[in-house]
């Protein structure tokens, strides 16, 4: 039972925040004009903030391969060293 309650703890907060995300969806729907140089389309607010957030997101992902990659190189390079350690 122990084990149930932090997932239980985790469902109930992704409700809210899903809770949320749908009044903020339903609140903020009128159109938009976005300009980038000379390209320019019209699209619902949330929308736009939707792919602003996943460009953010895909940014960070991208940003962070170069330290993954050390990261995956050091946690090898540890594993081949207890491995040889033990025998």
Do not use: H
Not at 59 to 67: G, R
Request: some cysteine; overall charge positive.
């Amino acid at each position: 039972k122990r084990q149930e309650e932090p997932m239980r703890i985790v469902i109930f907060v992704s409700l809210f925040v899903a809770a949320l995300a749908v009044i903020f969806a339903l609140q903020n729907s009128q159109p938009v004009i976005v300009n980038f140089f000379n390209w320019s389309f019209e699209a619902s607010l949330v929308i736009v903030l939707l792919l602003t957030f996943v460009a953010g997101l895909l940014s960070a992902f991208i940003a962070s391969i170069p330290w993954r990659v050390k990261m995956m190189r050091e946690l090898s390079n540890c594993r081949k060293a207890a491995v040889q350690g033990i025998k």
